[in-house]
């Protein structure tokens, strides 16, 4: 489709203005004038709005169609939210506001939303206290870790190992890296794709920090172990992190503070119903316990006895500053409003058909497609293309095929443990009949592997540009366009 650039034809306006009546005042310097025009397209009104609504007609999203891409949780996202977060009250409103005396009037609904968001996510997390300054999941476990690396200085606890689970989100070992801390990886058991305790001989030691768990981690299993790993880590002073970017399957079920976790991020823009994609706007909240409240980065938000929200700053041990004013206030209002929404019994009703979704895809296409751990699945199910890939079609070759199919492809070659992974995140907002044609669609596909694999070369073709030689674009990147 041809830039807009190319569409420009000269003398072609989109706005006549006026011949001016009114005697110039103060005229351009001349040193300040352009000697040539500005070189933009020159189309009228309605060209405009074609192109761009072209342009957008080429944009997949949840909106146009199902999208399971594992671990990213592409829900339904409700208009409503996106009402609310327009009201001009909240979307106009100045963070440098006063936010009591004078101007109070126009702060204290915004305080009031992000405290009583705080307030839901420790009731949901079983935590003691949460901070929605981070502005996303990977920022929720940097500050976590920084936490943690507080803790220990503050105690006099000599601590510079975090363990990370060898399937865990790849934010993970880089969180604790950047916050100081070298990683060891601690492997998954191959039988039942879970950690055991057992695993955690010779790994964890007095030089243990942290140990970062995602239960159910990224194979969508649930860790049944979880207590006795809990008390093993707790031996050592070591603190239990739970990567919650995905609390699809535990809403209303499992609360990580139930199960001594001490730290818990939540990604808003996942669970809680906010759009994401293309890299945000994102918000990872995170939470404590009582013994490292003491260290969340400041600003805190306080309801004192008059019932008023302030802004409190006096935390000595506090981290400090992670993020400017407080958080990413535009999601936090839409996940606020979400849980308002859901209230108890929708949240609950979220969970359960996340997970029934996501074990009626894997049992319908166990036969299809290798499974590798064949057991109840949480709100994600890991299927593998390797009895495929014998035949020289790739998980890579599944994905594009499933774009001819209508439907974005899952996330693929992720968990790194699980050769050729198909991951895929069906959430609760899809119905019956999207997720039978999905598992049409990939029966179809598992039959042309089998029958004609060589289609798979050629394939996407209903895409405005074919298979891309991805390697080759990220190491010739070349940005530049020629007509
Ligand atoms: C998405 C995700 C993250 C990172 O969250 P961002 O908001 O993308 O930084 C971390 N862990 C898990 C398990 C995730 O799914």
């Known amino acids: 489709m041809p830039v807009i650039f190319e569409k420009s034809v000269s003398g072609c306006k989109g706005v006549t203005l006026p011949v001016s009546d009114v005697p110039v005042q103060h005229a351009i310097d001349a040193n300040y004038r352009r000697a040539e025009d500005a070189m933009l397209p020159e189309l009228s009104e309605l060209d405009v709005v074609r192109h761009f609504t072209a342009l957008s007609r080429m944009n997949y999203g949840v909106d146009t169609n199902f999208y399971p891409l594992g671990s990213c949780t592409m829900k339904y996202n409700p208009k409503i939210t996106e009402k609310i977060a327009a009201l001009p009250g909240f979307a106009a409103l100045h963070p440098l506001l006063p936010q009591l005396s004078r101007g109070g009037m126009l702060t204290q609904g915004a305080l009031e939303v992000i405290y009583e968001l705080e307030q839901a996510l420790c009731e949901i997390t079983g ?63 191959p039988d039942t794709g879970v950690l055991v305790p057992e695993a955690l001989d010779g790994l964890l030691n007095e030089k243990t920090a942290a140990i970062m768990l995602t239960n159910p981690n990224t194979l969508g299993l649930f860790n049944p172990h979880i207590e006795k790993i809990a008390a093993l880590v707790h031996r050592y002073d070591a603190q239990l992190y739970y990567d919650g970017a995905n609390c699809n399957a535990i809403l209303g079920k499992f609360r990580p503070g139930d199960a001594n976790f001490d730290v818990v991020h939540v990604n808003l823009h996942k669970t809680f119903g906010t759009p994401h994609g293309g890299g945000g706007p994102g918000s990872g909240p995170l939470g404590v316990r009582k013994h490292l409240e003491p260290y969340l980065p400041i600003s805190r938000i306080v309801k004192r006895s008059d019932n008023t929200y302030a802004l409190d700053y006096d935390h000595p041990k506090s981290i400090g500053y992670i993020a400017p004013f407080y958080g990413n206030f535009g999601v936090c209002l839409r996940a606020w409003a979400y849980i308002l929404m859901q209230g108890r019994t929708g ?53 594009k095929a499933l774009i001819d199919e209508g439907f974005h492809p899952p996330t693929v070659y992720f968990p790194l443990i699980v050769k050729e992974a198909l991951m895929i995140e069906p959430t609760e907002t899809e119905s019956k009949g999207t997720i039978d044609a999905f598992i049409a669609a990939m029966k179809r596909i598992a039959r042309m592997a089998r029958d004609n694999p060589e289609k798979f070369r050629a394939m996407p073709v209903t895409t405005p540009v074919g298979r891309l030689d991805e390697t080759r674009a990220a190491r010739e990147m070349d940005v530049c366009y020629r007509g």
Request: proline share 4%.
């Open 127 to 189: 935590m003691d206290a949460f901070t929605a300054h981070p502005l996303a999941g990977a920022h929720g476990e940097l500050t976590g870790m920084m936490i943690i690396a507080a803790y220990h200085r503050d105690k006099g606890n000599r601590k510079t190992e975090i363990l990370v689970p060898d399937e865990a989100h790849g934010t993970n070992p880089s969180s604790a890296a950047i916050a100081g801390f070298t990683v060891r990886s601690v492997p998954t058991d």
């Open 347 to 399: 949240l609950i009703d979220i969970s359960e058909n996340a997970v029934l979704n996501a074990n009626y895809i894997m049992h319908s296409l166990k036969d299809d497609y290798d499974v590798p751990y064949l057991k109840t699945c949480m709100h994600e199910c890991v299927l593998s293309a390797k009895n495929q890939a014998e035949r020289g079609v790739h998980a890579i070759d599944i994905a």
